[in-house]
């Protein structure tokens, strides 16, 4: 449900880069979204194609990277994906292993015609 | 064609709101605690049971969330702590800027906590940071134990699962066992507490851990260190 506001969140970012850049063209935008931000990507995508059209910044492409749970061990500091919720060590089964990444919500790269 | 790099949070605006109110909170040494949980799970509940157990000379108040009504509102006002209503009319979760807004009149000076009831939902509340100094989310025994895992953003942002209408247990098939587990999968060494508003069952040990949370809040507070 929030899609929409996230969607609209990543209009004003572009509309300040659009801005810093003296109005160049921007034809896409690239959104990182880990699988702990909470955010579905195609209601996103959907939230994001309706509130762009009719705007002067269409048309605008949204590319999603969706990012999976990664943990650190922290006894070999081996560095892994989660999958199916399985948190322990891949490579010595330690059960003691951080979170370092998969809440990303962020904007990655713009496309720029060059004028 | 050419690809810029831009390295921006999407929320980056309500994350810096967030961090002005958290900074805000610290330095007036106010409590803040953000209540996440699906409708109808017992945030209000909860913080009833918290209300009437508090001394009346503490100072405590409460934002509430709803898409509409005053209702929460009203219930949470007759144990005299002041109270007041954030309806979003329609928006699914709170954000900073709101809870700012209703700030605005309050003087924090007077504060030490802060309770900050979320709208019902588990999901988007998950994105929002309110600059709460922790989130606890509820899940009643109504609902299925595999929410964790259908619903692991939320499970992993909050600090605490308060598991409420345990007085329940024996007629619904909630797998308790299972719930916990799947809660910690998400979140490893999650604190979990099982409880009935109903009953008043666990509730003391929801009092001993806020007021174990508020401690160490203010234990963070002396070291210059602020977390992010």
């Given at each position: 449900m929030h899609?929409?506001?996230?969607?609209?969140?990543?209009?004003?970012?572009?509309?300040?880069?659009?801005?810093?850049?003296?109005?160049?063209?921007?034809?896409?935008?690239?959104?990182?979204?880990?699988?702990?931000?909470?955010?579905?990507?195609?209601?996103?995508?959907?939230?994001?194609?309706?509130?762009?059209?009719?705007?002067?910044?269409?048309?605008?492409?949204?590319?999603?990277?969706?990012?999976?749970?990664?943990?650190?061990?922290s006894h070999c500091r081996h560095v892994f994906t989660v999958v199916d919720y399985r948190l322990d060590c891949p490579a010595c089964g330690s059960m003691e292993t951080r979170c370092i990444g998969g809440d990303e919500l962020e904007l990655a790269y713009l496309e720029v015609e060059e004028s | 064609m050419t690809r810029l790099p831009l390295e921006k949070k999407v929320l980056s605006e309500n994350d810096r709101l967030a961090a002005r109110l958290r900074e805000r909170f610290q330095e007036r040494q106010v409590f803040c605690?953000?209540?996440?949980?699906?409708?109808g799970a017992g945030k209000t509940s909860l913080l009833e049971c918290t209300l009437e157990r508090l001394s009346p000379n503490e100072r405590v108040a409460l934002l509430t969330g709803d898409i509409q009504t005053d209702n929460d509102a009203k219930r949470l006002a007759r144990f005299g702590f002041p109270v007041k209503q954030i309806t979003t009319g329609g928006t699914c979760h709170l954000d900073a800027r709101m809870i700012e807004r209703a700030l605005a009149d309050w003087p924090l000076e007077s504060l030490e906590m802060l309770l900050i009831e979320n709208?019902?939902?588990?999901?988007?509340?998950?994105?929002?940071?309110?600059?709460?100094?922790?989130?606890?989310?509820?899940?009643?025994?109504?609902?299925?134990?595999?929410?964790?895992?259908?619903?692991?953003?939320?499970?992993?942002?909050?600090?605490?699962?308060a598991l409420n209408k345990i007085d329940l247990l024996p007629y619904v098939s909630f797998d308790l066992e299972k719930a916990r587990a799947y809660a910690r999968q998400v979140h490893p060494g999650m604190e979990i507490i099982e409880l009935s508003c109903k009953t008043g069952?666990?509730?003391?040990?929801?009092?001993?851990?806020?007021?174990?949370?508020?401690?160490?809040?203010?234990?963070?507070?002396?070291?210059?260190?602020?977390?992010?």
């Open positions: 899609e929409l506001s996230i969607a609209n969140s990543i209009l004003e970012a572009v509309r300040k880069e659009r801005e810093r850049l003296n109005g160049a063209r921007i034809t896409k935008v690239g959104l990182r979204i880990g699988e702990l931000a909470g955010v579905d990507p195609d209601a996103l995508s959907f939230g994001f194609e309706v509130l762009v059209k009719d705007t002067e910044l269409a048309p605008l492409a949204l590319e999603i990277e969706f990012i999976s749970r990664r943990h650190e061990c | 605690l953000n209540l996440i949980s699906s409708p709208v019902g939902n588990l999901v988007c509340p998950s994105s929002y940071d309110l600059g709460e100094a922790a989130k606890v989310v509820v899940l009643s025994v109504a609902e299925g134990e595999d929410k964790p895992l259908k619903y692991p953003a939320i499970f992993f942002k909050a600090e605490l699962l069952a666990g509730v003391d040990d929801w009092m001993e851990w806020l007021a174990r949370r508020r401690e160490s809040a203010r234990a963070e507070k002396a070291l210059p260190s602020g977390k992010a």
